[in-house]
């Protein structure tokens, strides 16, 4: 499966090497997130079992929402 959950250290080794980075997609900003009350996932693209692209979803319940 090439989209898969990934765990915070695997991001965060792949956030290293990346060329581009931006905080809102970092470590520090999910750490950040959670104690703001937001879920955290970390997600990964592979292809042919080599990480391509990692991202950070964060995510809240909404006033109103399901």
Known sequence: MPLE???KEVFKQH???AKRKSFIQSVE????L????YNV?????FTNNQL??????F??????GL
Request: a positive charge.
């Open 34 to 37: 959670k104690k703001r009350g």
């Open 41 to 45: 996932e970390f997600i990964g693209f």
């Open 52 to 57: 391509q692209v990692s991202a950070l979803l």
């Open 59 to 64: 995510s809240a319940k909404m006033a109103g």
């Open 5 to 7: 959950i990934i765990t």
């Open 15 to 17: 956030y290293q090497k």
């Open 29 to 32: 900003m999910s750490d950040l």
